[in-house]
């Protein structure tokens, strides 16, 4: 993320240069520009951009099909956090073009940094959202409350997001952006800089890690003492007030590992966060990051959009559509695979004399191959 450089520009002087009623000018070379890399950025925020569209066009067909999977939080958690990586990946691949970046006003810098901002916000508090399910649901049991709040999710977390951000539109004596640098610089006193960057946008991302990679371990940890005792299993994570003592004690085993499948496979939507943002944020703590770290810090933001797509086709709520598209797919496989056996049989078996046996006895042989 092309934002790395915000809140550590200021302590970075141009060489020769002194500072002026207490700011710093924009360096003159920091680690210099992504370069080739830029191209890496480009697939794959393409592929991103792409994915993300699949699986908002996927919820919105399958939505139709069934309304009762509006009710469900993982769900519309992943379908806002594409909307959120499709509207970074966008601006990312603009921010990537140098060139076309030092043309922009400076309105329109900060229009952009805000607009960048509060999707990466989002998506984290989106993720939190999920974590909260998670920590009611799973370690603490209180399904209660997690139906209360789980409809406010999504409107929560944009609203939220936008809001916290919105000071990039004009915080700084002046916003522009550093070429030999590929990144964004708003001019402004040292520590006031330091400050309003963190509490506008770091705070928020680090204190969202941090939970995220709590509630990740815990889960783990929970889930590691149902694999020992039966006794405790839980029920899936968005239904577990419905599965009470003798209804898990009925449980097949079979049932129980698809139980347990359901909770682990839902864990991973609190460790994309932590994937992607973890180097953003250490780049940030940094006086001078190395250049590896710049690279990084703009390529794992832009996988957020293909990491969701993953999580999202194992979402337990599609097990039931994900499994009938395989079975058609295997299904007009082996109709294609019949089908071309026949024309062979046929074009094998055309020069040869018919025989002389009832229909019967080819009706009895077709059978035959049809069951082999």
């Not at 950025?41 to 139709?64: D, K």
């Amino acid at each position: 993320m092309n934002q790395i450089v915000l809140s550590i520009v200021d302590v970075v002087p141009r060489e020769g240069s002194a500072p002026v009623n207490g700011t710093k000018p924009p360096p003159a070379n920091l680690h210099g520009v992504l370069g080739d890399w830029a191209v890496v950025g480009y697939g794959i925020n393409i592929c991103s951009i792409v994915l993300s569209a699949v699986v908002i066009l996927t919820t919105i067909i399958l939505v139709f099909k069934n309304r009762s999977l509006i009710a469900r939080p993982s769900i519309r958690i992943s379908t806002s956090i594409a909307a959120c990586d499709m509207v970074y990946s966008v601006c990312q691949m603009f921010v990537f073009n140098n060139d076309y970046m030092k043309t922009l006003s400076e309105v329109r810098l900060r229009v952009m940094l805000w607009i960048m901002s509060g999707a990466s916000v989002s998506f984290v508090f989106l993720s939190t959202c999920m974590g909260i399910q998670l920590l009611l649901t799973v370690l603490t049991r209180n399904s209660h409350w997690a139906g209360v709040i789980q409809p406010y999710y999504e409107v929560t977390s944009f609203l939220l997001a936008f809001l916290v951000t919105h000071p990039y539109l004009y915080i700084g004596k002046a916003a522009m952006w550093i070429p030999s640098a590929q990144v964004f610089y708003l001019k402004d006193e040292v520590e006031i800089s330091r400050r309003n960057l963190w509490l506008i946008q770091w705070m928020w991302i680090f204190t969202g890690i941090i939970f995220l990679f709590f509630v990740a371990i815990f889960t783990y940890l929970k889930m590691s003492q149902v694999w020992r005792e039966a006794s405790a299993t839980h029920g899936a994570p968005e239904k577990l007030d419905l599965l009470d003592t003798a209804t898990l004690n009925a449980l097949s085993e079979e049932r129980k590992k698809y139980i347990r499948s359901v909770t682990l496979r839902v864990t991973c939507y609190p460790i994309i966060p932590i994937i992607t943002q973890t180097l953003l944020v250490v780049g940030n703590l940094l006086a001078a990051p190395p250049y590896w770290l710049f690279v990084l810090s703009n390529v794992l933001p832009s996988t957020q959009g293909t990491l969701n797509f993953f999580v999202y086709c194992m979402n337990p709520a599609l097990d039931v559509y994900r499994k009938s598209l395989i079975t058609r797919l295997r299904g007009t496989r082996k109709k294609k695979v019949e089908r071309f056996d026949r024309l062979s049989d046929s074009e094998s078996t055309r020069h040869l004399p018919s025989p002389s046996l009832p229909s019967s006895a080819f009706s009895a042989q077709k059978d035959d191959y049809t069951y082999v």
